[in-house]
């Protein structure tokens, strides 16, 4: 259909004009000129009038309206036509919502107000596609803080008290809340806008479990916007939380962990977000207890990463400096050995797990963390100090074993500023003390597996008793083999097997 056609290419103009020409082409025939505006698309399903308002074409809408008006037989053939769904259940609103058309969302909603019953209506309006979308929820993902605004406007005066609250606390059906999509896409305005109608509506218990709710992931709102790094977003919920609940629900709250075992600040910590991580150890020295806030600042997930590990891992140097300056301040000596120390899963230490991963600089952080708190004790306990820098994974592997086995698989790689990160990492552990000749569990030492590096001969390894004193920049070895960069590819004409002409 040609219409349909011009609304797919957005010409506002030529779907208007094809209008004029089939009103007065089919003007003796309207039964006609019915079926054809109700012609759908096979592939989506969706008709001109879907198009029109995924497209945003408000006066395409308008006039689609009105001809509809004028050409269906029945009231009821008009308000099915109004309310009509493609296959993946998208209504009108829903669509122009989820594309976040504001004046057709307006048009819409006038149309529907007055053409439907009250229940008609009702079920326009929370209308679900396949997923489960209402239109608040598509809105509320699409960052329309007008669109939000005027569903809300509207279903607060048409719907009951308890159509309203199933509105705003309608979940789809992966769990997103309203507040829940729009604190994973970071939307502050929209945020604020369903708090401030929450607070109005809802019982007490009612807004508690809409603010904390969870997602099927096992995501709060707090988690959603930990994860994406919305600062604005994790300030507003702790205010909201701390100033409208109890101090344990909010303590619950601040403390709760997903499926996966994340908890705000561990994924905080996962995904790099300095400030946010900043704001929550603020939050959760001021509120917590000490025993609550060493729970919180050493928990592990369900893959034994801490905090700290998990920011090894990432290579987050700035979270991990912060990490260790708040447990020096924070921990007792042991329990700062401890969280230095501590293993995941895999039996990985931040310290093994930032030499697998070639993060040089966390490396020489992590050895100085150590150093500087035991050497203010008089005598330095150098046993320990060697433990810490071989300590083994699950497989047997040292630190610097498990980074000659990294560095070694890197040999024909053109990456030359991990190969580079790599070589630092070898001569660093070995001017500590570290021994290359101590064996993983399936044999292998780090000379071994990394063949082509120079390693210390035999009869030096141990010579000194006494490791070096940590460095801002430590010494690389003396007989260390550096990465050589590898030379570009020839063109294919220099290969003996093409003439070049």
Not at 15 to 26: P, Q, R, V
Not at 241 to 256: A, E, G, M, Q, W
Request: proline share 5%.
């Amino acid at each position: 259909m040609a219409s349909v056609s011009a609304c797919e290419k957005h010409d506002q103009q030529l779907g208007i004009d094809l209008l004029k020409h089939l009103n007065a082409y089919f003007s003796d025939h309207k039964q006609d000129l019915s079926a054809l505006i109700q012609i759908k698309n096979t592939a989506l399903g969706a008709s001109v009038f879907m198009i029109a308002c995924r497209q945003g074409l408000t006066e395409v809408v308008s006039a689609l309206l009105q001809t509809a008006k004028n050409v269906l037989p029945t009231k009821k053939a008009f308000q099915d036509f109004l309310t009509q769904q493609d296959n993946a259940g998208f209504s009108p609103l829903n669509t122009s919502c989820t594309a976040s058309h504001l004046p057709v969302v307006q048009k819409l909603l006038e149309i529907a107000e007055r053409e439907l019953s009250p229940d008609e209506f009702k079920a326009f309006l929370t209308n679900e596609n396949n997923d489960g979308f209402s239109p608040l929820n598509a809105s509320c993902k699409a960052e329309e803080p007008p669109i939000v605004q005027a569903l809300l406007d509207v279903a607060e005066r048409k719907l009951s008290s308890n159509a309203f609250q199933n509105f705003l606390t309608h979940k789809d059906n992966f769990g997103f809340s309203p507040l829940n999509s729009s604190c994973t896409a970071g939307h502050l305005p929209v945020v604020r806008a369903l708090l401030k109608v929450a607070k109005r509506k809802l019982s007490s218990n009612a807004f508690q479990n809409f603010l904390t709710h969870k997602n099927r992931a096992g995501f709060s709102s707090l988690n959603a916007s930990c994860q994406e790094g919305y600062l604005p977003v994790v300030r507003v919920l702790l205010k909201v939380t701390k100033k409208k609940f109890p101090i344990n629900v909010f303590r619950d709250f601040l403390i709760h962990k997903d499926n996966s075992g994340f908890s705000s600040f561990n994924t905080s910590c996962k995904k790099g977000h300095l400030k946010i991580v900043k704001k929550l150890l603020k939050v959760a020295k001021r509120e917590l207890s000490p025993d609550a806030f060493f729970a919180f600042f050493t928990h592990k997930n369900n893959f034994g990463f801490s905090s700290l590990n998990t920011s090894c891992k990432e290579g987050h140097l700035k979270i991990v400096k912060k990490l260790l300056k708040v447990a020096k301040r924070e921990l007792s000596p042991d329990a700062f050995f401890a969280f230095l120390i501590d293993e995941n899963s895999a039996g990985f230490s931040p310290l093994n797990t930032s030499c697998s991963v070639g993060h040089s600089k966390i490396v020489k952080c992590l050895v100085r963390a150590w150093r500087e708190l035991d050497e203010h004790d008089e005598d330095f306990n150098k046993q320990a100090f060697i433990k810490f820098i071989e300590q083994k994974n699950r497989h047997g592997f040292t630190p610097l074993n498990a980074a000659a086995k990294a560095a070694s698989e890197l040999a024909c790689s053109v990456d030359n500023k991990r190969k580079q990160n790599y070589t630092d990492i070898l001569a660093y552990l070995l001017s500590l003390g570290a021994n290359p000749d101590e064996p993983n569990k399936r044999g292998y030492t780090a000379r071994q597996n990394f063949t082509t590096y120079k390693w210390p001969r035999e009869d030096e390894v141990g010579s000194t008793n006494e490791p070096q004193k940590y460095l801002s920049s430590a010494p690389r070895h003396g007989n260390a083999l550096f990465f050589r960069p590898v030379p570009p590819a020839k063109p294919f004409y220099y290969s003996v097997h093409h003439y070049r002409p």
